[in-house]
T-cell receptor
Framework: NAGVTQTPKFQVLKTGQSMTLQCAQD?????MYWYRQDPGMGLRLIYYSASEGTTDKGEVPNGYNVSRLNKREFSLRLESAAPSQTSVYFC??????????????FGQGTRLTVV | DQQVKQNSPSLSVQEGRISILNCDYT??????FLWYKKYPAEGPTFLIS?????DKNEDGRFTVFLNKSAKHLSLHIVPSQPGDSAVYFCAASGSNYKLTFGKGTLLTVNP
């Protein structure tokens, strides 16, 4: 059972380049999320998708776009990468069940460096 | 404005003793609270959770306590083991199921 799969695991970009981080889940979850983790900042929500066809901004959406391609896939795009976007990016999915709230499952992360 | 706060960046305990990690929240609309554990170079993994209608949830060595009036929750690990050394994140969600995380606490359990 793969769970949440992110690609790539590592990436180095030059300032101004664009790229898309891919995420897929095989748990049939409705909700998917993109977080970034920076030292001393914890996990900050970039965008989330409560269900297929819907997306909403999180805490730090500037410089990013997302696409909920279908129920399984949720991609994060950097149109013009900046050094401030150097971070570790995590994709997650969840399915709220009675009494369990939004228990999310995370991918292994993508370590992105923008030079 | 931080809605979920973990005020201790780090905690060090001896093996076999109790570890207590604390978390405070400001949003009274949160109704579900979770703890995640994260090892370096891995994604966070779910540890334990509690609904706002309860004040305690226990799972083996891990117990989470919720004090709604104080908007405070804590994670107790008894007994602590070296393998518990990791970063622990507190998280909260409301009716939209969006998870808001704290900044994390690095727990080190010394043999």
């Amino acid at each position: 059972n793969a769970g949440v799969t992110q690609t790539p695991k590592f990436q180095v970009l030059k300032t101004g380049q664009s790229m898309t981080l891919q995420c897929a889940q095989d748990m049939n979850h409705n909700s998917m999320y993109w977080y970034r983790q920076d030292p001393g900042m914890g996990l900050r929500l970039i965008y989330y998708s409560a269900s297929e066809g819907t997306t909403d901004k999180g805490e730090v959406p500037n410089g990013y776009n997302v696409s909920r391609l279908n129920k399984r896939e949720f991609s994060l795009r950097l149109e013009s990468a900046a050094p401030s976007q150097t971070s570790v990016y995590f994709c997650a999915s969840s399915e709220a069940k009675g009494g369990q709230g939004a228990r999310a499952f995370f991918g292994q992360g993508t370590r992105l460096t923008v030079v | 404005d931080q809605q979920v706060k973990q005020n201790s960046p780090s905690l060090s305990v001896q093996e076999g003793r109790i570890s207590i990690l604390n978390c405070d929240y400001t949003n009274s609309m949160f109704d579900y609270f979770l703890w995640y554990k994260k090892y370096p170079a891995e994604g966070p993994t779910f540890l334990i959770s509690i609904s706002s209608i309860k004040d305690k949830n226990e799972d083996g060595r891990f117990t989470v306590f919720l004090n709604k009036s104080a908007k405070h929750l804590s994670l107790h690990i008894v007994p602590s083991q070296p393998g518990d050394s990791a970063v622990y994140f507190c998280a909260a969600s409301g009716s939209n199921y969006k998870l808001t995380f704290g900044k994390g606490t690095l727990l080190t359990v010394n043999p």
